[in-house]
Nanobody
Framework: QVQLVESGGGLVQPGGSLRLSCAASGNIFNINYMGWSRQAPGKPREWVANVNRRDTTNYAGSVKGRFTISREIANNSVRLEMNNLKPEDTAVYYC?????????WGQGTQVTVSS
């Protein structure tokens, strides 16, 4: 069984920065990619960014240039550096890992951008 544990959420003022981390453990093999999605109140979950096994990264247009995703192969972890945060970035952020034919999700961490 795969477990994902996120950390790093919190309250930040507009223009501020936060770093999210996610560590995966368990029977993980053939990782295709790791990434982050988010869900704001009353809205569907949306994809934010991912990084594949070749360290190729992809970003949603709304975060490109402000967010940076990276991974550490040794401990199956993924990070999301978020800069110049905006109120519309407020959401619960979920990390995910796609491996083999499976996808696992973390429990989510709250990010609130407000003055």
């Amino acid at each position: 069984q795969v477990q994902l544990v996120e950390s790093g959420g919190g309250l930040v003022q507009p223009g501020g920065s936060l770093r999210l981390s996610c560590a995966a453990s368990g029977n993980i093999f053939n990782i295709n990619y790791m990434g982050w999605s988010r869900q704001a109140p009353g809205k569907p979950r949306e994809w934010v960014a991912n990084v594949n096994r070749r360290d190729t990264t992809n970003y949603a247009g709304s975060v490109k240039g402000r967010f940076t995703i990276s991974r550490e192969i040794a401990n199956n972890s993924v990070r999301l550096e978020m800069n110049n945060l905006k109120p519309e970035d407020t959401a619960v952020y979920y990390c995910f890992i796609q491996y083999g034919n499976n996808t696992s999700w973390g429990q989510g961490t709250q990010v609130t951008v407000s003055s």
